[in-house]
């Protein structure tokens, strides 16, 4: 009988039913009570929390009468504003205005938060434009400046969305997700680890805040298991406190881990290092990431010697929170003082979750500026030319109305994981989100990994069916394996030293596991790298690795490295050693390998080495003996210049004599052409 006017809570219009008006009418006064404790009175902004808290209250009144366009319109902002199912604030604001269109003067507005998270971008400007001719001309500039600025992202929505990149988008299933929220996921380059944030039951403090009304953050980890995530498990102690704890950023090899402690309102960026199986107690990074202000998260480059990060401190600061970068000061073991990435990358509005891929030059972000389709939109960029190039919105549907945040992706390019509110769709508040990337058309393949994988839960979105395949262009190779004693095989600590052979510099260093002995190390393309393996009482490893720029997207290499003992008889390969080609002139790339050797014997003073020459089939007989036998001369020189006995080194040179593989193909003569170290006595 009330379907078509607003049915006020009065006598009147409930004479039968007087009793059962007053308990409706209790219930939005106690809702409204709880708005008030949660509201700000300097600022008159009320906390999520608090909507949160007050709706069950209005919908009780709401099953009483239905159509009282205030409770309505009260009903829609609890969603709105205090619950992750945002988008069901729309039928309440509409039916509010039908029932009576003066029930508040930002029904327009209402409305179109509504649309707008909906995808619904026309009509959402519609309501946008009616509710910005009825703003007062004595509206803060704030106020002019939000309408107009969520115009523009419905256009940058409609746009987006009318061209959807090519993705599957997945929820991790309730394995990850839960009823609680689950984000900031974090992984290591190969995809076998992943940590994130959640606010579920069982936290370690198991306490609850008290303005949003939910459990403290807590760190959880999982591994991954074949085709599926591992039920993840809870850090601890070590890493989880009783305030809060997030995920921040994980180094390429898993091995360093970032997280964010709430500090008592002054939130700051704490480092963690895994040495076993046992991660480090947090350490609070220094003076120079953290301040007074709000440090929210941090990522590593793929060497580890840059860090990126996140602070809204007002000093060298472009807006609100900005990303700035530090770099690794080794002799003073801090980190430098940091640099504004400047205005390519950076808005007066928030930019946050940085992540750098390990391709060393693509950074991921999300910011609620540049032409975003509403609240935070994840955004790419490249370092190139010296310069972070402009940030592209990485597209829709990655992209949605709502907050799109900490958004990381594997080494390969293949994979994303994402934090979003997609509402109905998830599990919870905030869900994580398998994106698995698509490459372009193809015949429709039913049969293949690619498509079970990415139903591992139920699709979000289903642009195509096509297999997936890689398509960013993230040209990184990552090598991978574990490191043994050759006789025992048991795991070895070994520190892994990543040269750039033509810089002749260390340009990174990490360390395997004490435990398992596995390592991984990201090798962005470009360079020609010597990859050396040290650890005290064995001689050292090399490998070398020439990565053009001209390389394939990704390429994964598992390298098992089995460690001599310092004894008689033991043989290396020196990979990094290199002459002019038929010549015997050490080339300005060896010096980092030279060093080694020489680091070696001097450590090490009572050993004798013979140091050997060796070269493919071809060519005669007479000319490769003499060849290596000048080239292991030349090493054996550069060592007794750096003030090594001559009579603790035996140049010797067996040109074709000694073959290691096959002299038919071009990959076996390289491996023919090597200078070799033998201890011959101690």
């Not at 000061?329 to 640099?339: C, I, L, Q, V």
Request: glycine share 8%.
């Amino acid at each position: 009988m009330f379907a078509q006017k607003n049915v006020e809570f009065t006598k009147d219009n409930f004479p039968d039913t007087k009793k059962e008006m007053k308990e409706a009418v209790k219930r939005i006064e106690e809702g409204g009570e709880i708005i008030q404790q949660y509201t700000d009175p300097n600022n008159g902004v009320t906390l999520s929390g608090g909507y949160k808290l007050a709706l069950p209250f209005y919908e009780k009144a709401q099953k009483f009468n239905p159509n009282n366009a205030l409770l309505n319109y009260k009903i829609g902002k609890c969603y709105l504003k205090g619950t992750h199912k945002k988008t069901e604030s729309l039928q309440y604001f509409l039916k509010a205005y039908k029932l009576d269109p003066r029930v508040d003067n930002q029904i327009f507005y209402m409305i179109a938060r509504g649309y707008h998270l909906r995808g619904e971008w026309d009509k959402a400007m519609n309501e946008y434009k009616k509710y910005q001719k009825m703003i007062p001309a004595d509206a803060t500039p704030k106020q002019k400046e939000d309408v107009a600025k969520k115009i523009i992202e419905c256009e940058t929505g409609k746009e987006l969305s009318a061209n959807p990149i090519r993705v599957f988008i997945d929820n991790l299933g309730n394995v990850i997700n839960g009823k609680y929220p689950e984000y900031g996921a974090i992984i290591s380059a190969d995809e076998s680890v992943m940590m994130f944030t959640s606010r579920r039951e069982g936290s370690t403090g198991d306490k609850k805040e008290g303005h949003t009304h939910m459990y403290f953050e807590d760190v959880y980890i999982s591994h991954h298991n074949g085709n599926v995530w591992d039920a993840p498990v809870n850090m601890g102690k070590i890493i989880n406190s009783d305030g809060h704890d997030a995920t921040v950023g994980l180094s390429p090899d898993g091995t360093k881990l970032l997280i964010y402690l709430d500090d008592k309102g002054d939130g700051n960026i704490y480092e963690c290092f895994l040495r076993g199986e046992v991660w480090s107690k947090p350490k609070k990074l220094g003076k120079n990431i953290n301040t007074d202000y709000h440090e929210s998260s941090a990522s590593f480059s793929f060497d580890s010697n840059t860090l990126y990060f996140v602070s809204n401190k007002p000093e060298g600061g472009m807006g609100a929170h900005d990303i700035y970068k530090s770099e690794w000061n080794a002799d003073k073991e801090r980190w430098g003082k940091p640099t504004n990435l400047g205005p390519n990358i950076n808005t007066k509005y928030d930019e946050e979750a940085v992540f750098m891929h390990p391709d060393g030059k693509t950074m991921y972000f999300s910011s609620t500026g540049h032409n975003t389709s509403g609240g935070y939109d994840v955004f790419v960029s490249k370092f190139e030319g010296g310069m972070w190039q402009k940030p592209v919105n990485i597209g829709y549907p990655i992209n949605s109305p709502d907050n799109d945040i900490f958004f990381v992706v594997s080494a390969s390019g293949k994979h994303g994981y994402l934090s979003s509110h997609k509402h109905d769709e998830g599990e919870g508040e905030k869900d994580i989100y398998l994106v698995t990337f698509l490459g372009p058309e193809k015949e429709v393949i039913l049969n293949n990994e690619d498509n079970l994988l990415a139903n591992v839960a139920k699709p979000v979105k289903e642009i195509v069916i096509e297999p997936a395949v890689e398509v960013a262009q993230n040209r990184v190779t990552i090598l991978k394996g574990v490191i043994r004693d050759i006789k025992t095989k048991e795991p070895v600590e070994a520190r892994i030293e990543v040269i750039d052979n033509e810089a002749s510099k260390i340009v990174a260093s990490f360390t395997s596991n004490s435990k398992t002995g596995k390592y991984l190390v990201s090798l962005p393309a470009g360079k020609n790298y010597g990859i050396a393996v040290k650890s005290e009482g064995y001689l050292f490893h090399s490998e070398n690795f020439l990565i053009p720029e001209s390389a394939a997207a990704y390429k994964e290499v598992t390298k098992d490295v089995d460690l001599k003992k310092i004894e008689i008889g033991s043989v290396i390969v020196l990979k990094n050693i290199f002459f002019d080609t038929d010549k015997a002139t050490l080339r300005p790339e060896s010096t980092v390998e030279l060093e080694n050797v020489y680091k070696i014997l001097t450590d090490n003073p009572s050993i004798k080495v013979e140091l050997s020459g060796h070269t493919d089939s071809q060519g005669s007989d007479v000319y490769n003996l003499d060849l290596s036998d000048r080239r292991a001369k030349a090493v054996v020189n550069y060592l007794v210049k750096k003030g090594i006995p001559a009579k603790r080194l035996v140049p010797k040179g067996y040109g074709e004599a000694k073959p290691v593989a096959t002299n038919e193909t071009a990959e076996g003569r390289q491996m023919n052409r090597r200078t070799e170290l033998k201890i011959i006595g101690i």
